[in-house]
């Protein structure tokens, strides 16, 4: 799977941002889509995924740091999954990245497929 994630930039605090994620090369809708970010100094940690359950739909997780602030979804139809940001904090300033795994799960480690990263900086 090659994902290519786009959508980053510089936001005041208080405003929003929509990440994308486009993915080709497999079945989409195989796989779990996750977000990640990393900031400087600070180890890469999740922020939301959302897993695709067939007539069931979708189901999502999103951290407790973003939940309430941050949509994760997705469109199979385009095969990208995105991140919209509302009330983004400068706490948020990270590169995000966009992963891909079976299975959902939190752990970065576990994700098979990763994008290149977009830069998100919140300014106070």
């Known amino acids: 799977v090659q994902l290519q994630a786009s959508g980053g930039g510089l936001v005041q605090a208080g405003g929003s941002l929509r990440l994308s994620c486009a993915a080709s090369?497999?079945?989409?809708?195989?796989?779990?889509m996750g977000w990640f970010r990393q900031a400087p100094g600070k180890e890469r940690e999740f922020v939301a995924a959302?897993?695709?359950?067939?007539?069931?739909?979708?189901?999502?997780y999103c951290s407790d740091s973003v939940k309430g602030r941050f949509t994760i979804s997705r469109d199979n139809a385009k095969s990208t999954v995105y991140l919209q940001m509302n009330s983004l904090k400068p706490e948020d300033t990270a590169v995000y990245y966009c992963?891909?795994?079976?299975?959902?799960?939190?752990?970065?480690?576990?994700?098979?497929?990763w994008g290149q990263g977009t830069l998100v900086t919140v300014s106070s």
């Open positions: 992963a891909a795994e079976r299975d959902i799960t939190v752990e970065p480690g576990s994700y098979d497929y």
């Open positions: 090369g497999r079945t989409f809708t195989s796989y779990v």
């Open positions: 959302i897993g695709w359950i067939g007539i069931i739909g979708t189901r999502t």
